[in-house]
């Protein structure tokens, strides 16, 4: 009966969702009717989210007579990855994006704002109809409550790379991330749709747009650093097309942050940042299609089937077409003269958006190409990492080095000399690291670029803290800490893409490789270490069978065990490898096992050996960004919270005339 009541709530839900889409875009003008789509949202989201503990209960309990379950499940995988395996598969996965689109929807009736009852009503209405596709599609095409008859005796277990603890949270950031998008997009269209963009439309744009971006930054760097330890080949990121599915709207977002503060502080840029919402979404659904369609196949693909993508296309083409359609009708109207000068912060963050929402593109070219040259010739090619790194990496570079420049510049008009004041111990620093990167290490021009940029980017945010804290007198402990947490949540952010640039260069330009066949007994010296591989033995998992080496590490006096396995999965029918990391200070030995092979001497066993300088510093970097995002929301919110304790932060005020833009 769990199930059974997991999917009439779903079925209810999604005739709430239907009633709020209605009331909310026709409540613009009468508040009841905007009131009873609040409730209704409200309603969605509880239904939706008992629904979900419905599957979650099924998954736990083991319950094969539901296809979902039976296929992506097993008695003897441990109790973390029955719970994770809820979304770990397309009909679960699905039912969490519509949770998560209902919870954005009952959020979005929690805190208003300052908006206007019109633009508030519209906006919960969007983001009912949003729902209400995401919901149709899946009870439709992708029911989690599906019955099976006979009902087997065993489930089929989940693909075993998927049962990891990063992969237990990474989809759920990831969804909160890209359907996070919608609530922008709600925001967007219900302002095409009053023809208002004013101060209050930007400032409840602005929380959105981190919470999504933040989440986006959170989920792309688990999956990253999954993608390192888990899969075995010793990288972090090679453009495979689906990570490039959630790259796309996380550089979108990237775009929309910058410009929601200028729309809100200036009034400036509104319908770009208009524009912008629509396209972070639509490149959010984009990524549902290429990981639900088939049309891609990657590790990290849900599902293959082209009735399922087909819908998605046709979700994506309603959200754009209609997107674009009211842009088109009514951005003429809302555009006004910029307001500030060639040189002036607004201007940096111009040429900030400009350069992300070409990079985005570059990513979506390289993406898609060979999907349509298959579809048109049926010829096969394959876009990889050659083309990013001439296409892509050169305009990163050019955006990372004016980026610590733009926080030091004044609003409308300012002046370059000034901030240069404030950044030339980064200039010279950077100037060393390209030295060091052309001569001391011989890495060649590209290497001394990037090391220099991380290290401007890096050195430019800390020179951004150095400012604020000599603003208004003396440098003083208690002033250091009376700096407001913004200025650490932009430090953190920007600092944190000179951290990653650093370990990215590094490591693409210095690891090390080898590949030796080695019998138990062998050593061989590699990165200055000895190993000597003691044996390979059987071992028993909880749902697996394990072929695990033993290795001694000697390093600079000291050795360390090493366990690599290669393990098989009966239930899923599927090997992994899983991978032994020995980290230092300075760098990863990474060691994966490969496969055994006869010779005169007996077994010998294919093992690989990487050494990681500063990889880490590619996690930290992305971390750094995350805490960056978050310290920015708790910012936001505690300023507020502020403004709201002598404004009525919940009630409806007239709404403010925009600055000219």
């Given at each position: 009966?769990i ?5 009439f709530l779903?079925i ?14 026709l ?5 009841g009717l ?17 629904a ?10 083991s319950?094969?007579s539901?296809a ?15 719970f994770?395996g ?5 009909e ?7 949770l ?6 009952a959020?979005?009736t929690?805190f208003?704002g ?14 009912g109809?949003?729902?209400?596709g995401?919901?149709v599609y899946?009870l439709a095409?992708?029911?989690p ?11 089929g ?15 759920p950031l990831?969804y ?21 963009t ?6 409840a ?9 933040s989440s ?6 688990l ?11 010793g990288?972090w ?9 959630s ?16 729309t ?7 319908s ?6 629509i396209i972070?979404?639509?490149l959010?659904l984009l ?13 990290h ?11 998605v ?6 959200a ?15 555009m006004?003269?910029a ?9 940096f ?7 992300l929402a ?18 048109v ?6 876009v990889g990492p ?5 296409s892509?990496?050169?305009?990163m ?25 404030w ?10 690291a ?17 090391l220099?940029?991380?290290?401007w ?6 020179a ?6 000599g603003?208004?007198?003396?440098r003083?402990?208690?002033r250091?800490?009376a700096l ?7 430090t953190?952010a920007?600092?944190g ?5 650093l370990g ?36 028993e998992?909880?749902n697996?069978?394990?072929?695990r ?19 098989f999965?009966?239930?899923a ?41 500063f ?8 971390a ?18 502020r ?11 007239a ?5 000219a833009?």
């Open positions: 009966m199930g059974e009541a997991g999917a779903s209810l839900a999604l005739v709430l969702v239907a009633a709020q889409g209605v009331l909310g875009l409540g613009h003008a009468r508040p905007a009131a009873a789509a609040a409730a209704c949202a409200q309603a969605a989201l509880a239904c939706l989210a008992l979900f503990a419905a599957l979650v209960s099924l998954f736990l309990s319950d094969f539901f979902v379950v039976a296929n992506n499940s097993h008695t003897a995988k441990p109790l973390i990855y029955k994770a809820t979304w770990g598969n397309h679960g996965s699905m039912l969490l994006w519509c998560v689109s209902a919870l954005f929807g959020l979005l929690w208003r300052g908006l206007s009852h019109g633009l508030w009503s519209r906006a919960v209405g969007v983001q109809l949003v729902t209400l995401a919901l899946t095409l992708s029911s409550f599906a019955r099976l008859d006979p009902v087997p005796y065993q489930g277990d989940l693909n075993p790379l998927l049962q990891d603890p990063a992969l237990a949270l990474h989809p990831l909160l991330g890209y359907v996070g998008l919608s609530a922008p997009f709600s925001l967007a269209l219900a302002a095409l749709m009053e023809g208002e004013n101060t209050a439309w930007a400032k744009l602005r929380p959105w747009t981190l919470v999504a971006w986006l930054t959170g989920g792309i760097a999956g990253s650093y999954w993608a390192y330890y888990e899969l075995g080949w990288g990121w090679f453009w495979d097309p689906v990570e490039n599915a790259f796309m709207p996380w550089l979108a977002a990237c775009a929309l942050l910058h410009s929601t503060i200028v809100e502080r200036r009034g400036s840029l509104a770009w940042t208009i524009l912008l919402a972070g979404f639509a959010a990524g549902t299609f290429l990981v639900r369609s088939g049309a891609l196949t990657s590790v693909a849900f599902a293959v089937d082209p009735a399922r993508g087909t819908a296309l046709v979700l994506f083409s309603l754009v077409g209609i997107g674009l359609t009211l842009f088109a009708w009514r951005a003429p109207t809302l006004r003269p307001g500030f000068a060639a040189v002036s912060r607004e201007s963050l111009v040429l900030n958006n400009l350069g070409i990079a985005a593109g570059t990513v979506l070219i390289g993406t898609l190409y060979p999907l349509l040259i298959e579809a010739t049926g010829e096969l090619i394959s050659p083309f990013f790194d001439i892509f990496s050169p305009l570079a050019a955006l990372l080095l004016a980026m610590p420049i733009a926080p030091l510049m004044a609003w409308r008009k300012g002046a370059l000399s000034a901030a240069l004041r950044t030339w111990p980064a200039g010279l620093a950077a100037g060393a390209v030295g060091l990167g052309l001569f001391a290490v011989g890495g060649g021009f590209w290497v001394g670029l990037g220099g940029v991380g290290v980017c890096l050195l430019g945010a800390l951004y803290v150095w400012k604020r804290w603003q208004g007198g003396p003083t402990f208690a250091f800490l407001p947490l913004a200025v650490w949540a932009m953190a920007h600092a893409v000179g951290v990653f640039t990215a260069v590094i490591d693409t330009a210095f690891k090390l490789e080898r590949a030796e066949r080695l019998h138990p007994g062998d050593s061989i010296d590699f990165a200055g270490r000895s190993v000597r591989l003691v044996e390979v033995v059987e071992a998992g909880p697996y069978i394990a072929t080496a033993r290795l001694e590490v000697s390093y600079q006096g000291t050795t360390a065990l090493a366990a690599p396995e290669r393990r999965y009966p239930g029918n599927q090997p992994t490898t899983e991978v032994a990391i020995l980290p230092t200070l300075t760098s990863d030995f990474y060691i994966a096992l490969g496969e055994a092979a006869q010779t005169p001497r007996g077994t010998a066993f294919t093992i690989r050996f990487y050494r990681h300088p990889v880490r510093l590619i996690f930290w970097g992305a750094l960004m995350a805490l960056g995002g978050a310290l920015a929301i708790v910012a936001l919110a505690l300023r507020r919270r403004e709201a304790m002598g404004a009525g932060f919940f009630a409806a005020p709404p403010a005339a925009a600055p833009e």
